[in-house]
């Protein structure tokens, strides 16, 4: 194609960047990159740090839970950000969190406001953590909605056998299975 660049410059970058419908909300690339300078740049100008990008709906405090940056999380807190925000998908800071076992994290927004509400997929916070087997934010979860720890945090399932993973029905029930092998198993396989 006449005028197509494998290796765009720089400037070609940032613009396209710019271009990208979920950077609208000057957010996403700040918290995205980890830009401090730039975060505290906007909070000065006044930029509503709860503006939600167009695309997914996700507020600057999603993106720092997602990245485990507990910095960026406090200085988003400091400043108002508001944990009951909800995305595309109904889910909350909290839920990003949860899903992705960051138990640092989860312990800092769940200071702020416990939410404990489910999304489009029926799943709350703790359930996300659970599919997971992120057991440090089934603790924090459990702890944050003083619930009982449960067995598997208290005492933690062994590792699987190598090459061994498990999966869920969605219903919360587990299977395991070796994907190089083909086998599969509804009863947790014993490690050597």
């Known amino acids: 194609m006449p005028g197509w660049k494998l290796d765009p410059s720089p400037e070609t970058k940032q613009k396209v960047i710019r271009g990208n419908i979920r950077s609208t909300s000057g957010w996403f690339v700040a918290v995205e990159r980890g830009e401090e300078e730039r975060m505290k740049q906007l909070l000065a100008r006044g930029q509503d740090v709860n503006q939600q990008d167009s695309q997914c709906r996700w507020a600057a405090i999603y993106y720092a839970a997602w990245k485990n940056r507990i910095w960026q999380a406090e200085l988003l807190l400091e400043s108002g950000?508001?944990?009951?925000?909800?995305?595309?998908?109904?889910?909350?800071?909290?839920?990003?969190?949860?899903?992705?076992?960051?138990?640092?994290?989860?312990?800092?927004?769940?200071?702020?406001?416990?939410?404990?509400?489910?999304?489009?997929?029926?799943k709350t916070p703790l359930d996300l953590a659970r599919q997971k087997n992120h057991w440090g934010s089934v603790a924090a979860l459990e702890e944050a909605y003083g619930l009982p720890l449960s067995p598997e945090v208290t005492d933690p399932p062994s590792p699987l056998p190598k090459n061994w993973l498990d999966g869920d029905y969605g219903n919360?029930?587990?299977?395991?299975?070796?994907?190089?092998?083909?086998?599969t198993s509804e009863t947790r396989p014993a490690a050597p």
């Open 81 to 122: 950000a508001d944990l009951t925000l909800e995305s595309n998908e109904g889910d909350t800071a909290i839920h990003v969190a949860a899903r992705n076992g960051h138990a640092e994290m989860l312990r800092l927004l769940l200071r702020s406001a416990v939410v404990s509400s489910k999304n489009e997929f029926g």
């Open 172 to 183: 919360g029930q587990k299977f395991y299975y070796n994907p190089f092998s083909g086998e």
